[in-house]
């Protein structure tokens, strides 16, 4: 898990980089939540999807956004943030020009950026998105999510209300060919206290069941 420096937008982007020796791995890049709540890429949370994607064989990179740890810059109340990530995308394309997939991952703000990245980055073939904060940002942007992906949240979760996750879930789930599955993890509340291995698990068996489906829709 080496320490790599990246050039951002902004100066510098600290960030934690695993390769996977699989030729043509697919890629995941893992967005952190928000800066000003003490959020990093050392995050559990981060870090539990970071580990779930290294075990199903993807080169994985998490960073700091602007501002954190050894990520030179300020907080930009997102915009900054969504270019940090963009940046940290193209880094981690130029080091697996041959991947076989492209995904994003994102906790809480950082599923908000992670979501507009998708946004702008038509190669991301799929999304992992944990206790998106649907209260509390503008999800609009969604129209068409042109990705397929996870949604994860707490049902305990005293930040961000189901409601407000169901009703992003129900909106994108209206989209045609859009297939958004939604696991939500009984007991657990925004930081999935006590039940990370359960978040792991949840990402690994879907981005399992996503590379089965693509590999036997291309073996037709």
Request: proline share 6%.
């Amino acid at each position: 898990m080496p320490e790599i420096i990246i050039s951002g937008p902004d100066g510098r982007l600290e960030g934690r980089y695993h390769h996977s020796k699989q030729p043509n791995a697919p890629i995941a890049l893992l967005l952190h939540p928000h800066p000003q709540y003490g959020g990093t890429m050392n995050n559990k949370v981060v870090y539990t999807a970071y580990h779930a994607f290294v075990q199903q064989g993807f080169a994985a990179l998490r960073f700091n956004f602007r501002g954190v740890g050894r990520s030179q810059g300020t907080f930009d109340r997102g915009e900054g943030e969504l270019s940090d990530a963009a940046s940290a995308l193209d880094w981690l394309q130029g080091y697996n020009p041959n991947a076989s997939a492209c995904w994003i991952g994102g906790f809480s703000f950082g599923a908000w950026i992670g979501m507009q990245l998708l946004m702008r980055r038509p190669e991301i073939d799929g999304f992992v998105s944990v206790a998106p904060p649907a209260n509390m940002y503008d999800f609009s942007f969604l129209a068409p999510c042109p990705s397929s992906g996870l949604i994860v949240h707490g049902d305990q979760d005293p930040l961000v209300p189901i409601e407000a996750v169901q009703k992003l879930i129900d909106k994108l789930m209206h989209q045609r060919d859009i297939k958004i599955e939604y696991k939500l993890v009984k007991g657990a509340d925004h930081f999935f206290q006590d039940h990370l291995e359960e978040l792991d698990e949840a990402i690994q068996d879907y981005v399992s069941a996503h590379h089965r489906r693509r590999a036997a829709m291309a073996g037709r």
